[in-house]
């Protein structure tokens, strides 16, 4: 089995939102695929795990908001790396209601359909979810969506455990695994971001040859959001 093969694979990056009761939750995805277009059909795959999935069981209805490639490490950090468990991700972003009831989030997304559960498939670790959709809109024509391989190479972003197409980092090539030098990179656990000294952080203004160390202490996860804390040098 070739591990990089499925590197090959191409996918986008949504937030998948419920409400059941009077709770509202969501997380984010990498799988939302149309499935029929007459009637228009889509699914996602959810992990067990994963609370929003216990609760779109229950409601039987999701919202999917397609996010932008400019979309902020923070909605990033708040949608894939919490539980919502005991924290409301809604509290602090932009959403609006849809006709069957789920929120849908509008801060840093393109485009959002409102879904209702047709069909659940039970596929071992994920439920499948075959939805028709009630209700969609296009927010913003110009930019480009967020895709897996964009997060993956230039946010340097990976895959959360939950996610279907989450690969175990200790089965990487040799190769991959060589190019880590133990005194220059820490890595966020949250998200496994590695912060390279030898290349800094362009996108928060910090120069190359900049050592963990000499970060800012307000400096935070460019893929999700996290404090310097969350970090281990490796
Ligand atoms: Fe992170």
Excluded at 91 to 106: D, L, R, Y
Excluded at 176 to 194: M, N
Aim: hydrophobic share 30%; with cysteine.
């Amino acid at each position: 089995m070739n591990i990089e093969a499925y590197f090959k694979l191409t996918y986008g990056l949504y937030i998948i939102a419920t409400k059941l009761n009077d709770k509202r939750n969501g997380y984010i995805a990498n799988t939302a695929f149309q499935v029929t277009a007459e009637p228009s059909q889509i699914a996602i795959s959810c992990s067990k795990d994963n609370y929003t999935c216990l609760m779109i069981r229950q409601s039987g209805i999701f919202s999917i908001s397609i996010l932008s490639q400019d979309a902020s490490a923070e909605i990033i950090g708040l949608f894939g790396y919490n539980t919502g468990e005991k924290l409301d991700k809604f509290k602090s972003i932009s959403f609006t209601e849809s006709k069957t009831g789920s929120p849908i989030v509008t801060e840093d997304c393109i485009a959002w359909f409102d879904c209702k559960v047709n069909q659940q498939i039970d596929v071992g670790s994920h439920i499948l979810f075959i939805a028709s959709i009630e209700e969609n809109e296009l927010i913003d024509h110009i930019s480009k969506p967020l895709t897996y391989a964009y997060y993956h190479e230039v946010k340097k972003g990976r895959a959360p455990k939950n996610a279907p197409t989450y690969i175990d980092e200790s089965k990487f090539s040799t190769k991959e695994q060589s190019k880590a030098t133990p005194s220059t990179k820490h890595k966020c656990l949250a998200c496994g971001y590695v912060y390279d000294a030898d290349e800094g952080d362009s996108e928060s203004g910090i120069s190359p040859d900049t050592s963990f160390e000499e970060l800012p202490e307000d400096w935070i996860c460019p893929t999700c959001g996290s404090s310097k804390d969350v970090f281990e040098a490796i």
